[in-house]
């Protein structure tokens, strides 16, 4: 609560401020709520029937689909929706305020152009200079965009929809930011952008593998279900944000699209839903449609369209062998994504189905969400602060870019307001000579999901 009014009155004022977010703060920022997939063996691949077997023979499926082969995964933790351009831009804000985003040259980024990161040489993370990327940079900070949609000319503000416009080694840095930030070890070295820790060696968030993901999407112990809300059958309109109408893959047509907010700007507009809109709580306003709850056998959301998410694997041909915990081939040149998306025509959103891009790829219709190996011994990963992602929350990252510009004394205030001293590790910096607190907190931002 202090931290809204104090960032509030200070940006009324002209003054920038910067404060690191605790971790309890992390966790009140929704996207990172995390499922528990227990160990087992799973097959993996195209089913021989139903929709698997109608699509590949129809050429809208892919032979990298098959052959099907058994997979042991050890104990795992995925998230329960993907992650949010307010969870992503809270990471940001983050990585700027510690000068790990810099530009395509390798120098600190300096508040214009593209994200990059790593290396050297450097890597493309977010390309915010999209029109469909719907993060914004704004008087010092990263922040979800508002978008105009139904019923009449509503403004949805972003912060619990997709992040969009992430390549392979923005989600990559994304995980590696966030353990630094929560506390566990680092699964990736972004010189090399390796994979250091892959499963089933705990540490702190990385990208599924593709063999986790379709687990999670799929199987529920003895069956592998077609599609990504626990069923064989072609949702209509209520259980997934998808292409409704066929069309050729470079067809898009507006009407085409399911489209559940009514999202207008077609096309520099991501037609994504907030993650987890399709509840059985929620109506989407265009056509007034009750949503139907559409979790996977692990209990994910949005395995079956909304966006396209990354994997960790590089792309390789199956086969037959069984294999313990794949993280696929050593080397490549395009990454797996796998699920579907709002502009994918709906046999694509398969759980077997899976195609690739090459890593530094940024698309308006591809995201990721995180996962977390478990420990043998406690059956929990290393460090704490996984986050249930449920609350609203003060801490969404506001103000915390790096102040720059502002002359003046220095204010050490207290998060929790104790006038005896300061709570280690959470002060506020304020580059001003005084700080007006407002007497309510603003509202700046909606909600459309019940998280």
């Known amino acids: 609560m202090y931290r809204w009014m104090i960032w509030t009155a200070c ?10 977010l605790s971790a309890q703060e992390l966790n009140d920022i929704p996207g990172i709520e995390l499922v528990d997939v227990s160990a087992g063996t799973f097959v993996m691949g195209a089913r021989e029937d139903g929709d698997d077997a109608l699509y590949l023979g129809k050429g809208y499926g892919d032979p990298s689909e098959l052959p099907r082969h058994e997979v042991a995964l050890s104990a795992y933790r995925i998230g329960k929706y993907d992650v949010t351009n307010t969870r992503y831009a809270a990471v940001l804000n983050w990585a700027m305020q510690n000068e790990r985003l810099l530009d395509s040259t390798g120098n600190l980024w300096a508040g214009a152009g593209n994200l990059y990161a790593g290396g050297p040489p450097t890597q493309v993370i977010l390309t915010i200079t999209d ?4 993060i914004a940079y704004s008087d010092g ?64 968030y990385r990208l599924p593998t593709e063999a986790e ?14 599609y990504g809300y626990t069923s064989d059958a072609m949702a209509e309109k209520d259980r997934w944000n998808t292409r409704y109408v066929f069309s050729q893959p470079n067809e898009i047509n507006p009407l085409f699209l399911i489209n559940p907010l009514g999202l207008t ?19 989407s306003p265009n056509g007034d449609i009750p949503t139907v709850d559409s979790v996977s056998p692990a209990g994910c959301y949005d395995m079956s369209g909304n ?5 960790h694997d590089w792309y390789g041909a199956y086969t037959a062998d069984p294999a313990i915990n794949p993280t696929g081939p050593a080397d490549g040149v395009t990454h797996a994504i796998r699920g579907g998306g709002w502009r994918t025509n709906r046999m694509c959103c398969r759980t077997a189905r899976r195609i690739s891009y090459t890593p530094d790829d940024t698309w308006h219709d591809i995201g990721f969400r995180v996962a977390r190996s478990k420990s043998n011994a406690s059956g929990e990963g290393e460090g704490e602060g996984e986050g249930e992602g449920e609350g609203e929350g003060e801490g969404e990252g506001e103000g915390e870019g790096e102040p720059t510009g502002c002359a003046g004394g220095m204010l050490t205030i207290p998060r929790n307001g104790n006038p005896l001293g300061p709570v280690a590790g959470d002060t506020i910096v304020v580059f001003a000579c005084a700080v007006l607190l407002l007497a309510t907190r603003p509202t700046i931002r909606g909600r459309q999901t019940p998280m």
């Not at 940006?11 to 690191?20: C, E, K, Q, T």
């Not at 966006?307 to 994997?311: L, P």
Request: aromatic share 18%; with cysteine; charged share 10%.
């Open 213 to 226: 993901w379709e687990r999670a999407a799929a199987w529920d112990g003895s069956k592998h279900w077609i």
């Open 11 to 20: 940006v009324a004022s002209g003054i920038l401020i910067s404060w690191p």
């Open 265 to 283: 700007g077609f096309p520099d507009v991501s037609y994504t839903t907030p993650v987890g809109w399709f509840n059985g709580i929620n109506i």
């Open 307 to 311: 966006v396209w998410q990354w994997v």
């Open 131 to 134: 029109a469909y990327c719907n």
């Open 141 to 204: 900070v990263f922040g979800a965009k508002t978008r105009t949609g139904l019923p009449e000319t509503t403004n949805y503000a972003m912060d619990a929809h997709p992040v969009v416009s992430v390549s392979w080694y923005g989600c990559v840095a994304f995980c590696n930011w966030l353990s630094e930030m929560e506390g566990p070890t680092q699964c990736y070295d972004l010189e090399t952008w390796t994979l250091v820790l892959p499963p089933p060696f705990p540490g702190g």
